[in-house]
């Protein structure tokens, strides 16, 4: 695969601790590129980054830039920054006022995946386990695919599966600043188009037109899947096929049962060489779904059912998404990225088809003071499903407060009768306090509540 550009030597990114910017900053690693970067605070992945011998600073200050950067002819230097770094960052206005090459990280993956054989991954929910579950039946069947993912492939421990010998790039397709409109796929597909991020889009039509953009940049005589959700907001206007689990659908899937905490499910296709059974290591419809769009896109290039199977029983997961930390007779603990309603009727939804006869706690964190407005009703209908509800303070992430905009307020707006905010220090405490009433616990949010993880599973493997 070749480089973005054959003088790029060195790439300093703007916000490398995020999990699409760090795949792209292995990528010029693994060219032998210097790679440095800023991010606000250190994390594991940060932490992998510099094991992996990448230059990490974590103060907003020009001092901070490593002197390779600064003193280097421009021409060999690419800044890669994302959209999430606020305005007024000192590193990034030294960079804006000086004259170098800049790109936003979606423009750079696009120019990566645009020379190559690219399958994009698009959707509210679903996109980084689809992209994962692609990526791990395309490397298990050996397709040589390089991999952009947007979480940490549990089989492999990376968010970036490396083929420089390959022609197949697989990436996620972001939608929020429209960053899936840099990307020009030969393959793609369309999980959900359920609205989110309205403090970009503005309204829920500009965001499906969002998606209905992103199908037009699939090539010409290129493939489109789309799930029956996506397809019933009735904007895509080019060829597309469906899956899911109505009849009607161009790619139908049955969902057969559970077995030993494995979901069964069997699919009937146009493309032959995948219809049969399959067993899924993780839990809930959605999931069957999800892996239902990897399974369609692996048959598209060949492979078949018995080695998808093989492939797919052995997948291990994704970090964050429904994934099992404890898991024994006393308690049952998992940890999940849901960070919007339809997001936590799925989690809640899998707990309760694995665990219909257990108390279910779950642990919340809204993330964004917008979304928690835009959507609070949602919130509360999906919140109120479970026994026990622990509420954490709104993550804030690049917003300042919204008057009025509150974990109280939504916790006012729950039916559930055993409901309460606990501060985020204070979690793990309240675990270990109540630990012997717990059965069932979800952690949910898409902000710093996985940094409370490790602390409930010391306490919860602490009997």
């Known amino acids: 695969m070749e480089m973005l550009n054959s003088n790029i030597k060195y790439v300093y990114f703007v916000g490398i601790g995020g999990i699409g910017m760090s795949a792209i900053a292995r990528y010029y690693h693994t060219r032998k590129c210097f790679v440095a970067g800023y991010d606000k605070t250190p994390s594991p992945l940060t932490q992998e980054l510099e094991h992996e011998e990448m230059q990490i600073s974590y103060i907003d200050e020009i001092?901070?830039?490593?002197?390779?950067?600064?003193?280097?002819?421009k021409e060999e230097i690419l800044i890669v920054y994302t959209p999430a770094i606020p305005k007024d960052s000192k590193i990034l206005?030294?960079?804006?006022?000086?004259?170098?090459?800049?790109?936003?990280?979606?423009?750079?993956?696009?120019?990566?995946?645009?020379?190559?054989?690219?399958?994009?991954?698009?959707?509210?929910h679903g996109k980084t386990t689809t992209t994962s579950l692609t990526a791990h039946l395309f490397e298990q069947c050996g397709l040589l695919p390089t991999v952009f993912a947007g979480g940490?492939?549990?089989?492999?421990?990376?968010?970036?599966?490396?083929?420089?010998?390959?022609?197949?790039?697989i990436s996620e397709a972001d939608?929020?600043?429209?960053?899936?409109?840099?990307?020009?796929?030969?393959?793609?597909?369309?999980t959900s188009v359920d609205a989110d991020h309205l403090d970009i889009y503005g309204d829920i039509d500009s965001f499906a037109d969002g998606f209905k953009d992103f199908s037009k940049n699939v090539k010409e005589n290129g493939f489109l899947l789309l799930s029956e959700a996506a397809a019933k907001t009735n904007k895509i206007?080019?060829?597309?096929?469906?899956?899911?689990?109505?009849e009607n659908c161009t790619h139908k899937i049955t969902f057969l049962g559970v077995k030993d905490h494995k979901f069964e499910f069997k699919i009937e296709s146009p493309i032959s060489n995948i219809n049969g059974i399959?067993?899924?290591?993780?839990?809930?419809?959605?999931?069957?779904?999800?892996?239902?769009?990897a399974i369609i896109l692996a048959g598209k290039k060949g492979c078949n059912h018995n080695n998808i199977a093989k492939a797919l029983v052995e997948f291990k997961g994704v970090k964050r998404r429904f994934e099992w930390i404890i898991n024994n007779d006393k308690i049952s603990y998992i940890?999940?990225?849901?960070?919007?309603?339809?997001?936590?009727?799925?989690?809640?939804s899998a707990a309760r088809i694995l665990f219909p006869n257990k108390k279910l706690t779950v642990?919340?964190?809204?993330?964004?003071?917008?979304?928690?407005?835009?959507?609070?009703?949602?919130?509360?209908?999906?919140?109120?499903?479970?026994?026990?509800?622990?509420?954490?303070?709104?993550?804030p992430a690049r917003e300042l407060p919204i008057e009025g905009v509150s974990s109280e307020l939504l916790l006012d707006k729950c039916t559930v009768k055993d409901k309460k905010i606990v501060q985020k220090e204070d979690l793990a405490n309240y675990v270990a306090e109540h630990k012997d009433s717990l059965e069932v616990l979800l952690t949910l949010g898409a902000g710093d509540i996985d940094r409370s993880v490790e602390p409930i599973k010391a306490i919860l493997s602490n009997e």
């Open 152 to 169: 940490i492939l549990s089989n492999y421990n990376t968010n970036f599966l490396n083929h420089p010998e390959g022609n197949i790039t």
């Open 175 to 190: 939608e929020f600043d429209r960053s899936f409109l840099w990307l020009k796929p030969d393959m793609a597909v369309i």
């Open 237 to 246: 206007d080019v060829p597309y096929e469906t899956y899911g689990f109505s």
């Open 63 to 73: 001092s901070t830039i490593p002197s390779e950067i600064i003193h280097s002819s």
């Open 335 to 348: 940890d999940d990225y849901a960070h919007h309603p339809t997001e936590i009727k799925a989690a809640i």
């Open 93 to 124: 206005n030294y960079f804006k006022d000086n004259g170098y090459t800049m790109m936003k990280r979606a423009q750079v993956l696009g120019l990566l995946t645009n020379e190559h054989f690219s399958i994009c991954i698009a959707g509210t």
């Open 363 to 395: 642990a919340f964190q809204p993330h964004l003071f917008s979304r928690t407005r835009d959507f609070i009703d949602g919130f509360a209908q999906e919140l109120s499903k479970v026994d026990e509800l622990i509420l954490l303070d709104i993550y």
């Open 278 to 293: 399959y067993l899924l290591p993780m839990a809930g419809l959605h999931n069957i779904s999800n892996a239902s769009a």
